[in-house]
C-alpha cells in the first residue's frame, strides 16, 4: 500500500518511526494583517530543517505528520522544501480548524457534500496546482461538545474518508468530545480503527482514555509536553496503565510543536515573564524543542515499566498500521 507525502507516494512499510501529530509552521486566521508581525520565510525553513535532520540523526524519526489545518498557514510547498532539505518524510493533511478559531466563513456556508469535494480533490488531485496530495484527512472539534458547524465538517470528512480510504487525525479542545466525535463517525461509516482521537493527553481522566480505546480508535497523547495542560508525570502514567492494560497498540505519542509562527498564537496576553522565559529559551534552542519527548518524556515512562519493545512499537508499528488501515490486533495484551 502507498502513502502519500509531500514529496510524493511511498511504501506503508517505509513509514519507520513516526511522529504523528507536529508542525512546521502555523499562522492563526488574521495573523498576516498584522502590520508587527514579522516573518523570514527562508529563516523558517533553515530552523525546521535543523530540527528534522537533528530528530532524523539523534532519535532516527522518518516521518513527521503535520496535520495543519488549511486556514492556519498550511503551506505544503515549505513542507515539501523543508522535506527535501531536511531528508524527512513529511505527510500533511486536508481539513478545517474547530469553529471559534477557525472554519472560514465561506466554507461554514457550504454543504457538507461541496466540503468532502474539497477534501477528495486535495487527497486525489493535489492541494492546489502543487501536486502535493493529503495523506490523511483533519478533524477539529470544541469543547465542551462538538457544534452543529463542526458536525457538517466532521460529516464531509466521513464521506471523503469512505471514498478514498486515507485515515482521519482529529483535535479535540481540552480534552473533550473524543467519544463524541467516536460516536458522529460511526453514524458517518468510518469505522473506529481509521481514527486517531487527538490531544486526549489533555484529559487527565483514565476512564475518559478507556471510552476511547474500548471503543477501538487509536488514542492521541499528542501534546508531550505541554504542561500547562497536564504535567508530564499525569500523561507518563496514563500512557503506563493504556500499556499495562493491554492497549499499547492503539497509543500514538507525539508533541504538537512548533518550528515557528506568525504573530501571537496564545489566547491570552503572555506576562513579562512568560515572555523572558521563552525569550531565554529560544536563545539556547530550547524552545519548543522537538526533541523533548526522546530525551525527556520518554525516560519518564522507562521510569513506569513500560519497556523498550513498547516505545518502538508505538512510535513505528502504531503508525504504520493506522495508515495501512490494518484491523487492530485481536489479542490486545499482544
Known sequence: MMIETVTGAIPVENLGRTLMHEHLFIAFPGAWFDPLATFSRAD????????????RTDHDVRTFVDPCPIELGRDVTLMKEVSEKAGMQIICTTGFYYEERGLPFYWRARTEDEIAELYIREITHGIGETGVKAGALKVSTSAPAVTDQEKKFLAAACIAQRV????????????????????????GGVAAHRCLIGHCCSNADHHYHRRIVDRGSYIGFDQIGANHFQPDEVRASNVAKLVRDGFRSQVMMSMDRLCGHLGKPSARRLTSEEIARIQDLKSRRLWQEHTYMFTDFIPMLRARGVLETDIVSILEDNPRRFFAGTVLPENALY
Not at 478514498?164 to 487525525?169: A, L, N, S, Y
Request: net charge neutral.
Open 44 to 55: 523558517l525553513i533553515a530552523e525546521a530543517v535543523r530540527r528534522l535532520v537533528q530528530l
Open 164 to 187: 478514498t480510504g486515507v485515515p482521519i487525525i482529529t483535535h479535540t479542545t481540552d480534552g473533550c468530545a473524543g467519544p463524541e466525535q467516536q460516536k458522529l463517525f460511526a453514524i
